[in-house]
């Protein structure tokens, strides 16, 4: 049987007009993939071929081809052509966030199981609340499903005036912030992001269905009113291995 090569590609001319150059050319090879043009368990042209064939730099056909094995499309293999590992996606999450409307498509097609609403004491009830040592506030803490996949263990704390305010049964929206705004009738303004890398406790790979030590990347967001009042703490452990976070960096040096 005759394998398909770089022919079975259109010739067209990407530009950056039409965004990132590495995106229109995983989107361009993502099509073969899905229609089968290039099976699964089959190779890829060569990627010195594909940035011939589209005039692009091999940095951008490696970008590209990076993104398809970000989405299982493909495997990667050490000087050999990529072969192909799935027609369609794998279930996974892959994180660009610039606004609270890129959270909702985030958790689509997700569940929300609530594990536990209870008062608590934390030390992180103190760094983000101003809360005494000894003082309580509230703690939900639930896990975010697709389908049979676990997706993250997420732990969220309110401070006591606004916690008392909610019930477990509140927390039926996927994204606990927009529960909060229902319930309680404010709007959450804006929500501080850090991500950082830590490793899975007994907690989370009981949780997460991971390995003991598993990696894990937490990303963690405070929520904060108009007012600059902050009102939600939520901390968001994902496996490693099904989490990416993409972003556009523009060159801005003069």
């Known amino acids: 049987m005759d394998h398909p090569t770089i022919d079975s590609l259109p010739r067209r001319t990407l530009g950056r007009a039409n965004g990132p ?3 229109q050319l995983a989107d361009i090879l993502r099509e073969p993939i899905g ?4 099976p699964v368990g089959g190779e890829l042209p060569k990627e010195a ?47 660009k966030f610039k606004n609270f409307a890129d959270m909702a498509a985030f958790t689509k ?13 934390s030390p992180v009830l103190q760094r983000h609340f101003g809360m005494g040592k000894d003082e309580a506030g509230y703690c939900l803490r639930s896990v975010l499903s697709i389908g049979e996949q676990r997706k993250a263990q997420i732990t969220t704390y309110f401070p006591p005036d606004i916690g008392a305010r909610l019930k477990r049964e509140d927390f039926s929206d996927v994204l606990i912030f ?12 804006v929500a501080h992001v850090t991500v950082r890398a830590e490793i899975a406790d007994e907690a ?3 949780d997460l269905g991971i390995t003991l030590g598993s990696p894990v ?11 600059q009042r902050s009102i939600e703490f939520s901390v968001a452990r994902h496996p490693a291995d099904i989490f990416s976070i993409t972003y556009d960096a523009p060159n801005d040096l003069s």
């Open 204 to 206: 989370v790979a009981a």
């Open 49 to 95: 071929t594909i940035a011939e064939h589209f005039g692009v730099s091999l940095i951008t056909v490696r970008q590209a081809l990076r993104d398809l094995e970000a989405d299982g499309l493909i495997r990667k293999r050490s000087a050999k052509p990529a072969v192909v590992a799935a027609r369609s996606p794998s279930v996974n999450l892959s994180w």
């Open 178 to 189: 927009r529960s909060v705004q229902k319930h309680l009738g404010l709007r959450l303004d």
């Open 109 to 121: 097609d997700a569940q929300l199981t609530v594990k536990s609403y209870r008062k608590e004491v």
């Open 217 to 227: 990347l937490t990303v963690e967001m405070l929520y904060q009113s108009a007012d």
């Open 21 to 23: 150059l590495y995106r």
């Open 35 to 38: 229609n089968g043009t290039f």
